[in-house]
């Protein structure tokens, strides 16, 4: 393997690590040369130089560090519901169902990240809050590759980034199929009635919940046999749209615990548009169809 700044990570077997043990005792290895085998493949160098706080508070350095552990959670959902998406299109239901556990845990762990910001009261984010300007996690572009992966798709959303190449990522994505999207057209294909207009809409605009889509999921949990994989792929599903909702969720809570109903870093009135977002469901039909199941 080689990394951008050419470092060679030279390969090995499982001959040549045994080999390695026998002739250290057991003990690990010491010597590598110029460079530390797990130093150039994580890139730890460039990992730690971005922590740049804007303070001396002591506080900031959680938050910054934080903010770019959600940023690369982010991001590993994202590769997971890219995988979940392209096996969905390509009628694979079982393989999707891998990538999209994996994406449910990468979501607990990203959940569980604003643990370590509930010291924080609204005195200690004060401190510093000021010197971030008008930046906030609003201006996220990772966090929109999740929202339109998982059909929250908002045009105007991508303005922020003109100019840069994550507009150009996002305008994209916009007008790609979201991953509701596509199991919708799979329900489609496996013989379900799903409206016409649900299968031809615009997809790059608002998803709006259907009731043909609901009747298939009530037709699929119906049917509780081993062989049943859409009944597990709408499982999977109800799980990755209900840690998200814990995120946001959490995310609500730690803004009302720091800065209460303040207005937002990014211009937003804060607390309120958060909530308001929260009341997009990702997956509707899988939830109100529970009502017919």
Do not use: C
């Given at each position: 393997m080689q990394t951008s700044d050419t470092v060679v990570i030279r390969s090995t077997t499982a001959g040549e690590r045994d080999?390695?043990?026998?002739?250290?005792?057991?003990?690990?290895?010491?010597?590598?040369?110029?460079h530390v085998p797990y130093e150039a493949y994580v890139r730890t160098d460039v990992l730690h130089s971005l922590q740049r706080t804007l303070s001396?508070?002591?506080?900031?350095?959680?938050?910054?560090?934080?903010?770019?552990?959600?940023?690369?959670?982010?991001?590993?959902?994202?590769?997971?519901?890219?995988?979940?998406?392209?096996?969905?299109?390509?009628?694979?239901?079982?393989?999707?169902?891998?990538?999209?556990?994996?994406?449910?845990?990468?979501?607990?762990?990203?959940?569980?990240?604003?643990?370590t910001l509930s010291w924080m009261t609204p005195a200690d984010f004060n401190r510093f809050r000021d010197l971030l300007g008008e930046g906030s996690g609003f201006q996220s572009a990772m966090y929109r590759h999740l929202e339109f992966l998982l059909g929250l798709k908002n045009?105007?959303?991508?303005?922020?980034?003109?100019?840069?190449?994550?507009?150009?990522?996002?305008?994209?994505?916009?007008?790609?199929p979201s991953l509701w999207d596509e199991v919708i057209a799979l329900l489609d294909r496996e013989g379900h009635d799903i409206a016409a207009e649900v299968l031809k809409r615009d997809v790059s605009g608002?998803?709006?919940?259907?009731?043909?889509?609901?009747?298939?999921?009530v037709l699929v949990y119906r049917d509780a046999g081993p062989d049943n994989h859409l009944r597990l792929l709408?499982?999977?599903?109800?799980?990755?749209?209900?840690?998200?909702?814990?995120?946001r969720y959490l995310h609500l809570k730690a803004v009302h615990r720091t800065m209460g109903a303040k207005t937002g870093s990014g211009g937003s009135n804060g607390l309120a548009w958060l909530q308001?977002?929260?009341?997009?469901?990702?997956?509707?039909?899988?939830?109100?169809?529970?009502?017919?199941m």
């Open positions: 080999e390695r043990a026998a002739g250290n005792s057991g003990s690990p290895t010491l010597e590598f040369g110029r001396d508070d002591p506080g900031e350095m959680s938050f910054l560090v934080v903010s770019q552990i959600m940023e690369l959670y982010f991001k590993l959902v994202r590769h997971e519901l890219l995988q979940a998406r392209d096996h969905v299109r390509a009628d694979r239901v079982w393989p999707a169902l891998a990538p999209l556990r994996r994406a449910v845990l990468h979501l607990e762990g990203l959940n569980a990240a604003w643990q045009p105007a959303l991508i303005r922020p980034f003109r100019g840069g190449p994550a507009f150009d990522e996002l305008t994209a994505l916009l007008h790609e608002e998803y709006e919940p259907d009731s043909s889509v609901a009747g298939a999921w709408g499982e999977a599903l109800t799980e990755v749209s209900d840690r998200f909702g814990d995120w308001r977002s929260m009341s997009r469901t990702v997956f509707p039909e899988l939830w109100t169809a529970r009502t017919e």
